[in-house]
């Protein structure tokens, strides 16, 4: 049976990793028993320019029948964040509840951490981050304003539903690999009804986990963590700003943006997740096809993973990192002269084999 992908190439160098991604899916898809229908769709800023929005507004119920979504970038010049942010990717991740966010922090073998002397054994851990509330929420306003007593207050909302769900889905994913740990970031010295909550549920998870050790850090210090002891760490959890802070630190002393992957995960396979690079739109390189794909080739192994194909996942990730180690044809990110055509083209002869 075939896997029914929602392809949404997005903008700028999205539109040109995307394709790479899907090169790879058609590769694997001669082999026998795994095939992938795409559906493309055209949401963008560019979308925006010429309908005002960035998608229709069936687009969520358009894109809910799918296996999966994979994301290109979106992004604009002259078209504020917030537009992107809260016009495709927001809504598209609180439609489907895709309330864990995955970013795995691993040197690929041939690339050069921006740490010094450290190398692929030394970083190789998992950023799990809340995705639905916490720091992000919408509660909260101002007050005076213009006066001199003028303030913000901003509600910072952990529910006893929201963090089971991600601690549950964080401890079985630590317990599924061989080292068995989990980290967790929170600032309970400081904050102090919502962090001492957020503990309190970690204890009470960590109870139905007993194979599991887990280790309590606050951000500052995990943060620190991060550059000056990489190799503490297994899996890492975090609320929903503390884990995007954690989840752009942990990429960028692995290689950097170009090869960051990411997912969007609602683990019940009733909505799709969504697959993207943690990279942008690129404006300052697009159009010229020297994007990196492996940001989005990754995510592509990660999407795989999620829809169950764990042997192509694990064929296309050995056959990435085998380019990346042979050091011969790499993107001008990490210092080669390849197009993004010419990297992909070279991965799909090692796929092949
Ligand atoms: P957006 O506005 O869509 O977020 P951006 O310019 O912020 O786009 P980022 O993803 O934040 O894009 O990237 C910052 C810079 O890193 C880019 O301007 C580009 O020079 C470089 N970069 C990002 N992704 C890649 C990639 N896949 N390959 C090569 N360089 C990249
Ligand atoms: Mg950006």
Same mark, same amino acid.
Request: with cysteine; proline share 3%.
């Given at each position: 049976m075939a896997h029914h992908i929602a392809l949404i190439p997005g903008d700028g160098?999205?539109?040109?990793?995307?394709?790479?991604?899907?090169?790879?899916?058609?590769?694997?898809?001669r082999r026998p028993g795994l095939d992938f229908e795409f559906s493309e769709f055209p949401y963008s800023c560019e979308y925006y320019a010429r309908h005002g929005q960035m998608m229709p507004d069936d687009g969520i119920e358009t894109l809910r029948p799918h296996d999966a979504i994979l994301l290109g970038a979106v992004g604009y010049p002259g078209v504020p964040? /917030?537009?992107?942010?809260w016009g495709l990717l927001l809504p598209i991740r609180r439609a489907f509840q895709q309330y864990v966010n995955l970013r795995p922090v691993r040197l690929l073998r041939g690339l050069t951490s921006a740490l010094r002397d450290r190398g692929p054994e030394d970083i190789n851990y998992l950023v799990v981050r809340e995705n639905n509330e916490g720091e992000y929420s919408d509660i909260g306003g101002r007050l005076y304003d213009g006066l001199p007593e003028a303030m913000a207050i901003q509600a910072n909302v952990i529910t006893r539903k929201g963090s089971e769900r991600i601690l549950d889905y964080a401890f079985r994913t630590a317990q599924a690999r061989p080292?068995?740990?989990?980290?967790y970031a929170t600032k309970s010295n400081g904050i102090k009804h919502s962090m001492p909550f957020w503990d309190e549920q970690v204890a009470a998870m960590?109870?139905?986990?007993?194979?599991?050790?887990v280790e309590q850090y606050h951000?500052?210090?995990?943060?620190?963590?991060?550059?000056? /002891?990489?190799?503490?760490?297994d899996v890492v959890v975090g609320t929903n700003l503390f884990g995007d802070i954690l989840s752009d630190l942990g990429p960028a002393t692995a290689g950097g943006i170009g090869v960051a992957p990411s997912a969007n995960i609602n683990p019940d396979p009733a909505v799709p997740s969504m697959f993207e690079p943690v990279h942008g739109s690129a404006p300052d390189i697009a159009g010229e096809g020297v994007a990196n794909p492996i940001a989005m080739i990754w995510s592509v192994v990660m999407m795989l993973e999620d829809?169950?194909?764990q042997s192509a996942a694990d064929d296309l990730m050995g056959a990435m990192e085998n380019v990346t180690h042979e050091g011969r044809v790499l993107t001008r990110d990490l210092?080669?002269?390849?197009?993004?055509?010419?990297?992909?083209?070279?991965l799909l002869a090692e796929l092949k084999g």
């Open positions: 160098i999205g539109k040109e990793v995307t394709p790479a991604g899907v090169r790879c899916l058609e590769a694997l898809a964040d /917030h537009v992107s942010l080292r068995k740990q989990l980290a960590a109870e139905r986990f007993d194979d599991v050790s951000v500052d210090i995990l943060a620190a963590n991060f550059v000056t /002891h990489p190799d503490w760490f829809l169950g194909e210092g080669g002269t390849a197009s993004t055509n010419a990297f992909t083209d070279r």
